[in-house]
């Protein structure tokens, strides 16, 4: 169907088997993906950001592993199918640009070898038609004297360029979604935005679509149409970026907002969240965010809250909703739209 999403993410829980037991880093992560959309995935370190990502890419490290759930691709189940089919989706309709070119490019080849190998890897190109398409590439992501810089290895190039050379060999075969981990984290600031602004005229240009997984919030009101808060590996908010920006219903999510520095508080100093992420090896019966926050109620400790629908747009996983609602007299609905989110 034409309105379908691109991209179906259902129940999925991905956790890694250590000595010390289980660590469950996804629990439970349901999303869709439109085609040419953004979806911006937010969380502080060991959330499951990544983690999601890698489970949908299936390169989860020798201990990981997706324990259950669902991840559609255009129709094409993903979870199971195997190696075989997974080599024909990685670079051909899923790209990936990690968090650090440095150590994603491999620094005893050449900048032109690495993008024509990627290419000859998931295309019927000749060499020569490779290498055409390879400096292609680097004149659309603006790296300058292209024919030049394919002779140069990664060691030769700055920081902003190695990432534009990453974001080159991701789109080169021209995939459906482009998955871009913390792109702009090893960047300076103003290298940050060229890069951010790169990417955002790409996915325009090309129509795909892309998953964001940052922690930096100026980056998801920048680029993205739909934003996932992710805490202790679940979804704790889900929304379109003007909701979760103006209108938070999670407490984590509003913790995250009032760590943002804006002009008004210039000078003053910034309200962190207090306390530290919870042990993923001993989830708690409750919310997990519960020991960190302000506002936590009794039940809050005892029972997780189910996903909530704020609006059309906005769902979250927080009590102090269902509070607001019985001191208001309107009712929220628990789960109501799960498959549809």
Not at 312 to 337: D, Q, R
């Amino acid at each position: 169907m034409a309105n379908e999403p691109l991209l179906k993410v259902r129940d999925l829980h991905t956790s890694f088997f250590t000595p010390a037991g289980e660590v469950k880093a996804v629990n439970g992560v349901s999303f869709n993906l439109d085609r040419g959309k953004v979806l911006g995935i937010v969380g502080e370190s060991g959330s499951g950001k990544s983690v999601t990502a890698y489970s949908i890419m299936q390169i989860l490290a020798g201990t990981g592993k997706i324990v259950s759930g669902s991840i559609k691709l255009d129709g094409q189940e993903l979870v199971g199918a195997g190696e075989t089919v997974m080599k024909t989706v990685r670079g051909n309709k899923v790209s990936i640009i990690f968090q650090d070119p440095m150590t994603s490019l491999n620094p005893t080849y050449t900048i032109g070898h690495q993008l024509m190998e990627a290419i000859l890897l998931h295309t019927n190109r000749t060499k020569e038609q490779a290498r055409e398409r390879a400096v292609e590439m680097l004149r659309l992501v603006n790296v300058n004297e292209p024919e030049k810089r394919m002779k140069q290895y990664p060691f030769e190039f700055s920081g902003g360029m190695r990432q534009r050379v990453m974001i080159a060999m991701a789109l080169a075969c021209e995939p459906d979604i482009l998955i871009a981990d913390e792109p702009t984290t090893a960047l300076d600031v103003t290298i940050q935005a060229q890069i951010l602004e790169l990417m955002k005229s790409l996915q325009e240009e090309l129509g795909m679509a892309i998953i964001m997984i940052t922690h930096d919030l100026g980056v998801v009101a920048q680029m993205c149409d739909e934003v996932i808060v992710m805490y202790a590996g679940s979804i704790c908010e889900q929304g379109t970026a003007e909701e979760i920006f103006y209108n938070p219903k999670h407490e984590y999510t509003k913790g995250l907002m009032r760590s943002i520095p804006t002009a008004d508080t210039a000078g003053s100093k910034l309200k962190p969240i207090t306390g530290t992420p919870i042990d993923l090896l001993n989830m708690p019966e409750g919310c997990p965010f519960a020991p960190r926050c302000d506002n936590a109620m009794k039940i809050c400790i005892k029972k997780k809250c189910e996903r909530m629908r704020i609006n059309e747009f906005h769902f979250a996983s927080c009590w102090m909703n269902v509070k607001e609602g019985i001191e208001n007299g309107t009712i929220l609905n628990s789960k109501e739209g799960g498959e549809e989110a």
